[in-house]
């Protein structure tokens, strides 16, 4: 923003007053611009790259998604991750600041994003020790959830392992030791509790001297996924069934695009790849010079999250397509053995089997048209469907995608504990350069508006991990994995989209796109192009409501649920959220959401009292409607005021006496 060299203060169109905030010339630096650039792409690139895109690419639509994906990173994405960018920067402060600087009214924009970011980092951190678990037991061989275990009596295996998956019960039932509900608590797991330990004090030792610190991890965080994420697409695409994957994943259904529903998932998933509300970027950027070119540095990074997407999608589906293809040639040999046998018996007549249909070289295309055209005298015997597709589909979505599906397919891969040590180091570095980026929006913003912690940077750092270490107790419980869903869903969504539409209002409304121009210029040279203008004014804040109000409805209509595992079923159920769980997801958006109008409120309650403080020190001399004179008051303000209200009027001899005393 502006920088006034005044000791006065400047007033906005509001009647706020303002001061200004002067650069500061002792403020840290990145150690050169690829520091910068890879941490703006590490707390980017995130977790939802790998399992979130994916599945919301697969499920609406493939390339269809792809293409409506990228016009509103283009129209909406960029925008607000260049007016972000510019105005961390331009001010240089944390979030808190700069809001504070275009108007103090506004700074709780500033602390609804540090309070985003402290709900995000509990349950986030909770992921990465996740990962640590595995990450211990990838040094095993064969892995621990490549077969199920057996009965005490040997006689065979577990039954709720048998009749879900190996992967799928080590996950529920030996990494989280699962209850059946949010209501049991079931105690905290002291083995992942040790595993958070672990991850807060990773996250603590790279945050403890601020971006001198972070900023080397990140040449490792920040690279690192990419080259294991090459390896696993070279070995993905060697892989029986890849291609199916692939040729699945970008399969265009244009009918996508008049679907509103898609319309809100891609502008949601633009909007948290970016990371933008959480005050990360702002902080980031604030370690930049002055005149380093924000404007480009937008659409790198952009584009680098965006490839980095298609790319982690195309490395998932050929995976994904290698263990579907493995799972339905299972089933369609499994079926061909039950159908022989029931022939055998004389239950079914050999003619319902064509000679074509052969258990050992059979399609699943050709089982698929065999099946359904006898479904109904087939169904009655548990012969089942093996449909190719429907594999894909299982556990593709976020921690069942991870921890499930892909654990399993990298069980079929030669050397298979090589493999999983470099997923799991992946999704570790992975969440580690988001974490980073999380703490930043926490400590910046905090330590930049109150100099008592910046003196004591190191100690408020560990005071903070140590917190957050605490309070993600809840967790480590045996039920920790439905609050965790709960907060990814609930705690972040709603009130991000809130503090976005207030950044808009404060640059394009308060400060004035015309002024933001301006700062730009004096930064990078140059005026921005003259859309960014009715962009921030007109279609960003208007795109922001309807995603406000969407997830509102969405919210309202739709009772909300969360996948429960039941041990008789040996499968996920869904539930309903319990009226507690319920109460607990309003106060974890209002708790997000109130600093803005608490802050307005405060601001404009001390406004009133400082113009009423202002009028006090002033006297108004005058009576029944005559002009007035108001001149300021010292300490003997009433010497110079008659019975009356008038001024008194000097004498001579007074005059002469005063100019003697001067």
């Not at 258990?359 to 089942?384: A, C, N, R």
């Not at 400590?443 to 957050?468: E, H, I, M, Q, W």
């Amino acid at each position: 923003m502006e920088k006034i060299k005044t000791d006065f203060q400047s007033v906005d169109a509001s009647g706020s007053s303002t001061e200004l905030v002067l650069e500061q010339p002792h403020r840290p630096a990145w150690g050169n611009k690829l520091q910068y650039i890879l941490a703006q792409v590490g707390f980017s690139v995130g977790l939802g790259n790998v399992w979130r895109f994916p599945y919301l690419c697969h499920q609406n639509g493939g390339g269809a998604f792809l293409f409506l994906y990228l016009i509103l990173l283009v129209v909406m994405g960029i925008p607000l991750f260049f007016l972000e960018l510019a105005a961390g920067q331009s001010i240089r402060q944390g979030s808190i600041g700069v809001w504070k600087h275009i108007n103090p009214r506004l700074a709780g924009i500033g602390f609804a994003s540090c309070v985003v970011c402290t709900f995000v980092s509990l349950y986030y951190n909770v992921i990465i020790a996740w990962s640590l678990f595995y990450l211990g037991h990838s040094f095993q061989y064969p892995l621990p959830w490549t077969s199920c275990p057996s009965l005490p009596n040997n006689t065979g295996f577990v039954t709720e392992c048998s009749e879900s998956s190996p992967t799928t019960y080590f996950w529920y039932r030996k990494a989280l030791k699962i209850t059946g509900s949010i209501d049991e608590s079931g105690g905290l797991d002291p083995t992942m509790t040790g595993c958070l330990l672990a991850a807060w004090v990773i996250v603590c030792l790279a945050m403890i001297k601020g971006i001198k610190s972070s900023g080397k991890v990140m040449y490792f965080s920040s690279v690192f996924p990419y080259l294991v994420l090459f390896c696993f697409l070279v070995r993905g695409l060697l892989l029986e069934g890849s291609a199916d994957g692939i040729r699945y994943m970008f399969t265009p259904k244009v009918e996508i695009l008049v679907d509103t529903q898609v319309w809100r998932q891609a502008a949601t998933q633009v909007f948290f790849a970016l990371g933008l509300g959480f005050g990360s970027v702002i902080a980031y950027s604030s370690y930049n010079s002055h005149t380093n070119n924000c404007h480009f540095d937008a659409y790198l990074v952009s584009f680098i999250n965006f490839f980095t997407s298609v790319f982690a999608t195309l490395v998932v589906f050929a995976v994904l397509g290698f263990r579907a293809n493995l799972l339905t040639q299972r089933c369609l040999q499994r079926n061909g053995r039950l159908v022989t046998d029931l022939i055998d018996s004389g239950v079914l007549k050999g003619h319902l089997i064509p000679e074509s249909l052969n258990e050992t070289m059979v399609s699943h295309e050709e089982y698929s048209k065999w099946f359904d055209s006898l479904h109904s005298e087939l169904s009655p015997y548990g012969i089942q469907q093996c449909d190719l597709k429907q594999e894909m589909q299982k556990g593709a979505e976020g921690t069942g995608l991870a921890f499930i599906a892909f654990t399993e397919a990298i069980t079929h891969f030669p050397a298979s504990p090589f493999w999983s040590l470099l997923f799991f180091l992946m999704l570790l570095n992975l969440g580690m350069s988001t974490m980073f980026g999380n703490m930043q929006g926490i400590l910046t913003p905090l330590l930049d508006n109150f100099p008592s912690l910046s003196r004591r940077k190191s100690l408020f750092t560990v005071f903070c991990c140590a917190l957050g270490f605490v309070t993600g107790l809840i967790f480590t419980q045996r039920s920790g994995n439905y609050f965790v869903c709960m907060f990814d869903d609930y705690s972040a969504t709603m009130p991000l989209i809130i503090v976005v539409l207030f950044e808009l209002v404060a640059v394009a409304w308060f400060y004035g796109v015309d002024r933001f121009f301006d700062d730009i210029q004096g930064m990078i040279g140059r005026r921005p192009f003259f859309l960014y203008k009715y962009m921030w004014k007109f279609v960003c804040p208007i795109i922001m409501v309807v995603l406000l109000l969407a997830s509102l409805i969405r919210t309202c209509i739709e009772h909300p649920t969360y996948r429960a595992w039941n041990q008789t079923k040996a499968e996920e159920v869904l539930q309903e959220y319990p009226d507690w769980a319920l109460a607990m997801m309003i106060l974890l958006i209002v708790a997000a959401s109130l600093p803005i109008p608490l802050m307005y409120v405060r601001q404009v309650l001390l406004d009133r009292q400082s113009s009423r403080t202002d009028y006090s020190e002033c006297a108004y001399i005058g009576a029944d409607g005559a002009d007035g004179v108001s001149f300021p008051v010292d300490g003997n303000a009433g010497e110079g005021v008659g019975q009356n209200g008038y001024l008194k009027v000097e004498t001579e001899e007074g005059a002469l006496e005063r100019s003697e005393l001067l």
